[in-house]
Each structure stands twice: as structure tokens, then as C-alpha cells.
């Protein structure tokens, strides 16, 4: 059974940073492609960014320079460093991998961005 479980969220100030985490459990991580996406407050869900099992990354243009994903497939994590957050940045973020078709989504994790 596959399971992701993100942690880090909060709430911070313009300017600031968080570091989002997921652990996943009852995969090969390593095979796997992994993604970040963001729910902000009655919008729909987007990519923020992802990381192949190689370690290639994209990101959506509005977190570029900003926000990095990284991967441990060590300890089958997979992070979102977020700098220089905006309060356009609040929203839950969740961590997801495709597997053969299917999507897993942990169960999210809220961040909000405000002074």
C-alpha cells in the first residue's frame, strides 16, 4: 500500500521560508517521479514542481527561483524548500506520485503566507 505523509507547513511572513516534507512508504521511491502541487483557497490544484528519478526538475514559472524539490531516496523523502514566500503562496500543498496510471496524494499540508 502506497502512503505519502506531508509535514512542514505553517504560517510565516512575506519574505520568509518553510520546508516541506514527504515521507512515502510502500514503494521503490527511487523509480518514481515525484511531485509537488498547491490548493490555494477556492482554486483548482497545480504543479509546483517535480523531480524525476533521476533528479530533473521543472517548476511552475510563479515559484521559479524560489522554491527548490529535492529527493532523498535514501529515506524515500522528497522536500520543497520555500523561499521568499508571498501570500500568493498560501494555499495546502500535497506531495504526489503517478504509479502505473494512478495517482497517490498524501494528505496535505496548509500553508499560509500572511502579515
Known amino acids: 500500500q502506497v502512503l505519502l505523509v506531508e509535514s512542514g507547513g505553517g504560517t510565516v511572513q512575506p519574505g520568509g521560508s518553510l520546508r516541506l516534507s514527504c515521507a512515502a512508504s510502500?514503494?521503490?521511491?527511487?523509480?518514481?517521479?515525484a511531485h509537488w502541487y498547491r490548493q490555494p483557497p477556492g482554486k483548482q490544484r497545480e504543479l509546483v514542481a517535480r523531480?524525476?528519478?533521476?533528479?530533473?526538475?521543472i517548476y511552475a514559472d510563479s515559484v521559479k527561483g524560489r522554491f527548490t524539490i529535492s529527493r532523498d531516496n535514501a529515506k524515500n523523502t522528497v522536500s520543497l524548500q520555500m523561499n521568499s514566500l508571498k501570500p500568493q503562496d498560501t494555499a495546502v500543498y500535497y506531495c504526489?506520485?503517478?504509479?502505473?496510471?494512478?495517482?497517490?496524494w498524501g494528505q496535505g499540508t496548509q500553508v499560509t503566507v500572511s502579515s
Open positions: 523531480i524525476g528519478s533521476g533528479g530533473s526538475t
Open positions: 510502500g514503494i521503490i521511491f527511487s523509480l518514481y517521479t
Open positions: 504526489n506520485l503517478l504509479i502505473g496510471g494512478k495517482n497517490y
